[in-house]
């Protein structure tokens, strides 16, 4: 694992089998039983920061309100 890597995930870390198996256990518990057809992504907000760095990001956003 690489600082460069780590560095760009918003959390500061990497993920772990116990962030996923917590996504898991929450998605069978009750507390849960309200939610229907959803992608649960467990990335430690990696997925939006890596978006943020795509040129003319932020004028396509614009455009879609």
Same mark, same amino acid.
């Given at each position: 694992?690489?600082?460069?890597? *780590?560095?760009? #995930? /918003? $959390?500061g870390?990497?993920?772990? /089998? +116990?962030? #996923?198996?917590?996504a898991? $256990?929450? $998605?069978?518990?009750? +507390?849960?039983?309200? #939610?229907?057809?959803?992608?649960i992504? *467990?990335?430690?907000? $990696?997925?939006?920061? *890596?978006?943020? &760095?795509i /040129?003319?990001r932020?004028?396509i &956003? +614009? &455009?879609?309100?």
């Amino acid at each position: 694992m690489t600082r460069a890597r *780590v560095e760009m #995930i /918003p $959390l500061g870390r990497m993920g772990t /089998p +116990e962030d #996923i198996a917590q996504a898991a $256990l929450f $998605l069978c518990s009750d +507390e849960s039983s309200y #939610i229907t057809a959803q992608d649960i992504v *467990v990335h430690g907000g $990696l997925t939006d920061n *890596v978006y943020q &760095k795509i /040129p003319g990001r932020a004028q396509i &956003k +614009e &455009k879609m309100g």
